[in-house]
């Protein structure tokens, strides 16, 4: 019964060997598959950005309501707190965009598509990172831009060719430290399922704290987010340093010339907790 | 192009394309309340180990929970080994992963490895940027592939409308377009119906007749198996208790062959050396056998008029039942 449809042949070449796996250009072309996908819903998308979008600006209005009463933060008036809103805004909501969905491995595991990205000749973590990529997280991002850019026009900066030479310096550590931050916080979730929200707490939570001057909450808390989760570097530190104003907290100078080291350390260690995440992989029963 | 012979176009290198040696995985499974749970460890695999050659098809099987999965998951890297070695097609899975898997295809029955939101030529366009295949090549092999598994009418439909049987074809061609050595299938046919089925075997050992590729399936279908499968292996509590050739299973198992004879006249159950009348219905007698069933047809019709005779052979599916039935201390370790 059921005789396959024809007696058609399968060609006989030698097989090839297959080129050394390149993960790299992956990203875009996964990317650009899924957001194509997306943009078969137009509408859902702009008004999905939009959303994005308003909410941010939501978190600025907050901002200006706390500074219309007190004028002052820690020393901090309203446009350079805007200067560190922008700084925070920008690093997270770029290390979201490309790097936000990893914090759906949990999920990925659960349902067994994880199981499926470990066999494509393609890094998971890019998979994972590509997935359901979609343009509507840029939306967050230009809230924080327009503060950024305003803080930056406004503000008395002593624009010297190292502070020039710097800015993008710091920019790029503090995109590249937020999306060692979401990545460790996957790596998390091989080893606790469910430790989502607790990944959560660091990256959405270490968000909405760097966007103030950090020395408003205290000693200890700027240290643990120097050396612990080292977020002070994505917008307190840049901040002094364009400011070109003393530690408050009195944390020593240089540190603010550390953000891309900070990177690469962070980088390491993300690599390390994500290989090791792997390494433990259970997958599922069924 | 000329009509080469496959095995010519494909010279078996002397190498097992798998090669498994002492293989085990444990789990440390916690159960329980919070606060009281205990710990306990599942050997989902222990001790396995086997070789397969380039170009066999070989049927893993085994009841549910008996490990399959976890092997067939150590063979494709998801999961690191907890003891032995593994090397599929010269690699460590485990750790050289994604170098392994643009050499090998591997189709999960339970889930798609297509893009659900895409339709299913662009899933397989993907896939083609994923594995690096030249255009040309990707145009001709999907081409072949559509017409064998007769893919045409949904090409364009995204993957989350297609049906189980369209989508498992589709998730077929997705692993085989970068042309693999080496397809590892992991219950192909699960909730397929007969045709689909048949068009999934059918362009299988085709595959494996043609293109030289080699074939390693897990499935409780043992019409896979009977249809597809040269060799099996069964593993049972993790553990291999069979490695064989189909034949060989059916005589390591107690279940006798069975003659079913049509008299021309009923007649009083038949009594022959060697086989024992087991049911009477009219002029049919089923007599089992316990020994060389040429004698027993001598005897019987020396004694009898027979209209037909016909040698039942023991279902696989009987064979292996009770090959999974029997305990595991006295099964031991049966090879062939
Ligand atoms: N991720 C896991 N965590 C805990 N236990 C697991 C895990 N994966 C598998 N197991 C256990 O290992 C054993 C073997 O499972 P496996 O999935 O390999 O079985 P299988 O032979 O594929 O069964 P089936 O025919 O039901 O698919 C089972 O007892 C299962 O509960
Ligand atoms: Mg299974």
Same mark, same amino acid.
């Given at each position: 019964m059921a005789e396959p449809s024809t007696a058609r042949t399968?060609?006989?070449?030698?097989?090839?060997?297959?080129?050394?796996?390149?993960?790299?250009?992956?990203?875009?072309?996964?990317?650009?598959?899924?957001?194509?996908?997306?943009?078969?819903?137009?509408?859902?998308?702009?008004l999905l950005t939009f959303g994005q979008a308003a909410s941010t600006g939501l978190e600025l209005t907050a901002l200006f309501f706390v500074f219309g009463h007190a004028h002052q933060l820690a020393g901090f008036g309203i446009n350079e707190a805007l200067l560190i809103y922008g700084l925070a805004g920008v690093a997270f909501c770029l290390a979201d965009f490309f790097m936000g969905s990893v914090e759906r491995l949990g999920e990925h595991v659960r349902k067994g598509s994880f199981d499926t990205m470990l066999v494509r000749p393609v890094s998971p973590l890019v998979q994972l990172a590509t997935d359901e990529f979609s343009p509507r997280r840029l939306g967050k991002v230009v809230p924080a831009v327009a503060a950024l850019c305003y803080a930056l026009a406004v503000l008395d900066i002593d624009w010297t060719p190292a502070r020039i030479l710097m800015l993008p310096v710091l920019i790029v550590s503090s995109i590249v430290i937020c999306c060692c931050v979401?990545?460790?916080?996957?790596?998390?979730?091989?080893f606790i399922a469910d430790a989502r929200e607790v990944a959560n707490s660091v990256t959405y939570g270490g968000q909405a704290m760097t966007e103030y001057p950090l020395a408003i909450y205290g000693r200890s808390v700027v240290r643990t987010a120097t050396f612990v989760v080292?977020?002070?570097?994505?917008?307190?530190?840049?901040?002094?340093?364009?400011?070109?104003?003393?530690?408050?907290?009195?944390?020593?100078?240089?540190?603010?010339?550390?953000?891309p080291g900070v990177a690469l350390l962070m980088s390491l260690a993300a690599t390390l907790a994500w290989r090791t995440g792997l390494r433990h992989y259970r997958s599922t029963g069924s | 192009m000329p009509d080469l012979p496959a095995a010519a176009a494909h010279p078996a290198p002397a190498d097992p394309i798998v090669d498994v040696r002492g293989l085990g995985r444990s789990f440390t499974v916690s159960e329980g309340p919070f606060l009281r749970r205990t710990r306990r460890t599942v050997h989902a695999v222990a001790d396995v180990g086997f070789t397969v050659p380039r170009g066999a098809i070989v049927g893993y099987l085994g009841p549910n929970g008996a490990g399959k999965s976890t092997t067939m998951k150590m063979l494709t890297g998801i999961l690191s080994p907890s003891s032995g070695t593994v090397r599929v097609a010269g690699l460590e899975p485990a750790r050289q992963r994604t170098r392994l898997a643009a050499r090998i295809g591997v189709v999960f029955g339970?889930?798609?490895?297509?893009?659900?939101?895409?339709?299913?030529?662009?899933?397989?366009? $993907? =896939?083609?940027? +994923?594995? *690096?295949? #030249?255009?040309?090549?990707?145009?001709?092999?999907?081409?072949?592939?559509?017409?064998?598994?007769?893919?045409?009418?949904?090409?364009r439909t995204p993957v989350r409308q297609l049906s189980l049987g369209q989508r498992m074809r589709?998730? $077929? =061609?997705?692993? +085989?377009? *970068?042309? #693999?050595?080496?397809?590892?299938l992991d219950e192909p046919t699960i909730g397929l119906d007969v045709v689909s089925k048949s068009t999934i075997r059918e362009f299988l050992l085709k595959l494996n007749a043609e293109r030289g590729t080699t074939i390693l399936l897990t499935t409780h279908d043992l019409g896979d198996v009977e249809r597809l499968c040269r060799r099996v292996m069964v593993i049972d509590h993790g553990r291999l208790a069979f490695d064989g050739d189909?034949?060989?299973?059916?005589?390591?198992?107690?279940?006798?062959?069975?003659?079913?004879?049509?008299?021309?006249?009923?007649?009083?159950?038949?009594?022959?050396?060697?086989?024992?009348?087991?049911a009477v219905e009219g002029p049919r007698q089923w007599l089992e056998l316990d020994a060389n069933p040429a004698a027993v047809i001598a005897a019987v019709a020396a004694e009898h008029e027979v209209a037909d005779l016909t040698l039942r052979e023991p279902d696989i599916e009987e064979v292996v039942a009770d090959l999974y039935r029997r305990p595991a201390g006295e099964r031991g370790r049966i090879t062939a």
């Open positions: 399968l060609t006989t070449e030698p097989r090839r060997t297959p080129p050394a796996p390149r993960s790299v250009g992956a990203y875009p072309l996964l990317a650009w598959t899924w957001m194509r996908a997306m943009a078969q819903y137009p509408v859902s998308l702009l979401w990545t460790l916080g996957a790596s998390i979730q091989f080292p977020l002070a570097f994505a917008s307190w530190q840049p901040a002094l340093f364009l400011l070109d104003r003393p530690d408050p907290t009195g944390l020593p100078e240089w540190l603010r010339y550390a953000a | 339970q889930r798609t490895t297509l893009w659900w939101d895409l339709p299913l030529r662009d899933s397989l366009a $993907l =896939t083609r940027h +994923l594995y *690096h295949v #030249p255009a040309t090549d990707h145009a001709r092999r999907l081409a072949e592939l559509t017409e064998l598994l007769e893919l045409g009418p949904f090409l589709g998730d $077929l =061609t997705a692993a +085989l377009l *970068h042309d #693999p050595e080496l397809l590892v189909i034949a060989a299973l059916r005589d390591s198992a107690p279940a006798p062959r069975t003659l079913v004879v049509d008299l021309a006249a009923p007649t009083a159950p038949i009594t022959v050396a060697g086989a024992r009348c087991v």
